[in-house]
């Protein structure tokens, strides 16, 4: 059981590394470049059936 | 329309309405927060689609499509911004169309086979607003780097601690039962480490930067013990993982180094916020204007733009300069630089201010001044100079935070020789960085600075703040101060059936021409009669037949030669006489401000003495301080006296503010400990004083002796409040008591604390409402 751990750790390191790649293109992208839109966003969702 | 009867003010206005609801956007009217504007007939946009124009602003991404960043004019609350949004996906070959709530700008991208860039800006015009493009400036890439770089760096940091969190757990939980094997916990080490540099090396490179640079120059900054702490810790640890003893806290590092970022980006944030209010006179300034050349106009860079150019400033747009109308009578609205909302009236000759929004007709003006000459300009240079300055309690904060500093590294390294333990002197290190300390006041100050400005007056020193919050004494000059600083008819005697009205439209007919100082008194009576066989005598009078009969204005000798007796009142300035009689007597003076009497009202109920120090005549000075019920004045008094004046008070241990025009007064306003200026006229850049009211408008006093109690407050609360912690923290960790990651907690919550109270209205006299970020020039209502 406890052999499962020298795949587990591993992958979770790796996997970390993928997630601030995905987060660094996120960023990048421009996606945290305005706070506060989101906020007003919910107030002015779309709804209507089209 | 929408199942109810609406009643517009025009027909535009309905067509507005219309164009929002047969779009869908029926949403926009219940988010707004007020009415909106009038849509005015609005210079045409096609100049834009002009490629040269375009040079500046537009990007070209591949060989059809093209990428401009619009600035949204009249933008009053989110509910705007998603309307402009809306509208200008709507527009059939419009890729994409972002709008930044927080900056407030438009990011477009536009098919240029499908549409041009004058169809996109009309879009928004159909909806009542109006987009120009512009020129990004360089501040705001480099603002929009810092922010992604310290949002990037906190990510990693955060997410790094949760991760090795995760390994360091099972270690916490087996802690001496021996279930993990020796490799199994190997592993988890060397994740840990894995994990843990780069949050050490990337998201800690600002500290270490920070303190390296200290370091070379033999100094120790703010940032020493941080880096110092983190830097032995993850050494210690780095090493037992090596060598495969000891003991690894990559937990504790990654949440310290995770902790400290968060409460700096907060920091980072809340200063960039403030940082664009303070700005946002540069940004409003228009990037094009229309140039005549001879009859027709073209439209040029507002940048290329001369002193002595003509220019045309269509209704609803900005004044691109500083400069007079030459031609056209319209309303201007200069709440960007006066904070005053009203609409101030422009008629040929009146000076306009670059950036103000000329309201209702066109006008052409003659530049005057342009880019870094204009007031808007001088304005932001005496703002920014204020960040120069300091109260001296933030600046004692600061000497003693450098202090703390050396008295911290000194604790840790005495406690690591005296305990062995490395955790202890890092405990220390990160639990007491004076951070607090240094953070406690640069944000309130740029608050501050930004809230005043808003209001009508602009912070040239910090400093001044701590002397206007300890005031006790307001010193009121009288000519431009009290008064308008210009001639009005205060009072008029009339000797026969002819009534005082009448008398007063006589005298402005007569006086419409000339050019004595005294005739503008009469300038804002309305519309005499016509006059014929005007007659100007220099120095003298005038004289025009009105009706037929002879009628004179002027001296007493003047008048007195037709009216043949000797005037009935002697002490008045302007005489007004006919054939064999007299009419009437005008008593001139420079008329007092509308808002004097509440304003000095309202100081003396703040409990502030109000004195009244005037070179004019005693006897005119001394009416003036009955009127406005202040008890301590002086008139006749030469500069000097003035400035005995103010270092008597001085002496007795009072703390006095001196408001002047700013210019004959610099003297007394240099002695004075906060000095306030009117701001009339253009020479805002000469003006010395601590504080200049751009809106030349007393009421803006008030505003700021509030605003610098509100924000010393604030400031005191934050320094208070960072020594009390740190008090109690150092010996704390000194002695064991709180471990790395506690430390960590303390000192990041200890900083975020101060943030956010920060963030606090610094104005509790009034209700705190957000500076508005447009401009709201008439409170007419429109679409519906």
Redesign the interface.
């Known amino acids: 059981m406890?052999t499962s751990?020298?795949l587990l750790?591993?992958l979770?390191?790796a996997l970390?590394f993928l997630?601030?790649w995905v987060?660094?293109r996120a960023?990048?992208g421009g996606q945290?470049?305005?706070?506060?839109?989101p906020a007003?966003d919910v107030?002015?969702d779309?709804d209507?059936p089209k | 329309m929408l199942g109810a009867e609406r009643a517009f003010c025009c027909a535009g206005c309905e067509a507005v309405a219309r164009a929002i609801v047969a779009g869908?956007f029926e949403?926009y009217y219940e988010?707004r927060e007020g009415a909106g504007l009038r849509p005015d007939a609005l210079p045409p946009v096609q100049v834009y689609d002009d490629p040269a124009a375009q040079r500046e602003f537009v990007a070209t991404l591949s060989e059809d499509v093209r990428e401009a960043t619009l600035i949204l004019d009249r933008i009053r609350c989110?509910?705007c911004?998603?309307l402009n949004e809306q509208a200008l996906r709507r527009v059939p070959g419009v890729i994409r169309a972002d709008?930044?709530?927080?900056?407030q700008r438009a990011n477009i991208a536009w098919d240029a086979r499908i549409t041009r860039l004058s169809l996109v800006l009309e879009a928004i015009r159909a909806v009542g607003y109006d987009a120009y493009p512009f020129a990004p400036r360089r501040g705001d890439a480099l603002a929009?780097r810092e922010?992604?770089s310290a949002?990037?760096r906190l990510?990693?940091a955060g997410?790094?601690a949760m991760?090795v969190m995760?390994?360091a757990w099972p270690a916490y939980v087996d802690a001496g039962a021996g279930t993990l094997?020796a490799d199994?916990q190997a592993?988890?080490r060397w994740?840990s480490f894995?994990?843990t540099t780069?949050v050490v090396l990337f998201s800690c490179a600002p500290f270490f930067r920070g303190a390296w640079l200290d370091a070379r120059r033999r100094r120790i900054s703010l940032d020493t013990p941080i880096a110092l702490g983190i830097a032995a810790g993850f050494a210690a640890s780095a090493w037992a993982t090596l060598a495969g003893a000891g003991e690894v806290y990559f937990d504790s590092i990654a949440m310290i180094a995770f902790l400290l970022l968060a409460a700096r980006t907060a920091e980072l944030?809340a200063r960039q916020k403030a940082g664009r209010e303070l700005d946002r006179l540069a940004r409003w300034m228009p990037s094009f204007a229309l140039r005549f050349v001879g009859a027709s106009t073209e439209r040029v860079p507002a940048h290329l733009l001369a002193a002595g150019d003509r220019v045309l400033v269509g209704a609803g747009e900005r004044v691109p300069a500083d400069g007079v109308v030459e031609e056209g009578v319209s309303s201007a609205d200069e709440s960007l630089l006066t904070g005053e909302s009203r609409a101030v009236a422009k008629h040929a000759g009146a000076a306009l201010v670059g950036g103000s929004v000329n309201l209702e007709q066109p006008l052409v003006m003659r530049v005057q001044r342009t880019g870094a000459d204009t007031q808007a300009a001088a304005i932001g240079r005496l703002v920014e100079r204020a960040a120069a300055s300091r109260p001296l309690l933030v600046e004692r904060a600061d000497r003693l935070a450098q202090r703390l500093t050396y008295v911290v590294i000194a604790t840790a390294a005495l406690a690591w020789a005296a305990s062995g333990n490395v955790w202890i002197a890092v405990a220390v290190l990160v639990a007491t960085c004076p951070c607090a300390l240094a953070l406690a006041s640069p944000l309130v100050l740029t608050r501050a600075g930004a809230q005043l400005l808003a209001r009508g007056a602009a912070l040239t020193r910090s400093r001044a703040l701590e002397a206007l919050q300890r005031a006790t004494d307001v010193v009121l000059d009288k000519t431009g101060t009290l008064t308008l600083g210009r001639p009005a008819i205060a009072r008029t005697a009339c000797f026969s059936d002819i009534g005082a009205a009448q008398c007063r439209a006589l005298a402005a007919a007569l006086e419409a021409s000339s050019s004595h100082p005294l005739a503008r008194a009469f300038c804002n009576v309305g519309q005499g009669p016509t006059v014929q066989a005007l007659r100007n005598d220099a120095g003298q009078g005038v004289e025009g037949r009105i009706d037929g009969r002879r009628v004179r204005i002027g001296s007493q000798r003047f008048c007195a030669a037709i009216a043949g007796s000797p005037a009935p009142e002697a002490k008045a300035q302007v005489y007004l006489a006919g054939d064999g009689r007299w009419l009437a007597a005008f008593f001139i003076e420079d008329a007092l401000r509308p808002e004097a009497i509440p304003v000095v009202r309202s100081l003396a109920r703040r409990g502030l003495r109000v004195h009244l120090v005037s070179g004019d005549d005693a006897a005119m000075v001394g009416e003036l301080a009955r009127r406005l019920s202040i008890e301590a004045w002086a008139g006749g008094a030469t500069p000097q006296e003035k400035f005995e004046y103010v270092a008597r008070l001085q002496a007795e241990g009072r703390v006095v503010a001196m408001v002047g025009d700013g210019l004959n007064d610099a003297p007394v306003l240099a002695r004075a400990d906060a000095s306030i200026a009117m701001g009339a006229g253009a020479d805002v850049a000469q003006l010395h004083a601590d504080v200049v009211l751009t809106g030349d408008r007393l009421g803006a006093l008030e505003d700021v002796l509030a605003l610098s109690r509100g924000a010393m407050r604030l400031v005191r609360q934050n320094l208070g409040w960072a020594l009390a912690y740190n008090a109690v923290a150092l010996p704390a960790a000194a002695f064991g008591f709180i471990g790395p990651w506690e430390a960590a907690i303390g000192m990041s919550a200890s900083s975020f604390i101060v943030v956010l109270n920060a963030l606090r209205p610094l104005d509790t006299a009034r209700p705190w409402k957000p500076a508005s970020t447009s401009s709201s020039p008439s409170p007419s209502p429109s679409y519906s």
């Open positions: 406890e751990l020298y750790i591993p979770s390191v970390v997630i601030g987060f660094w960023l990048d945290f470049d305005d706070l506060e839109r007003h107030l002015m779309d209507k | 869908g949403k988010a989110a509910a911004l998603w709008v930044n709530f927080t900056t929009r922010w992604r949002l990037w990510f990693v997410f790094g991760q995760m390994y094997t199994a592993l988890m994740a894995l994990i780069p944030f």
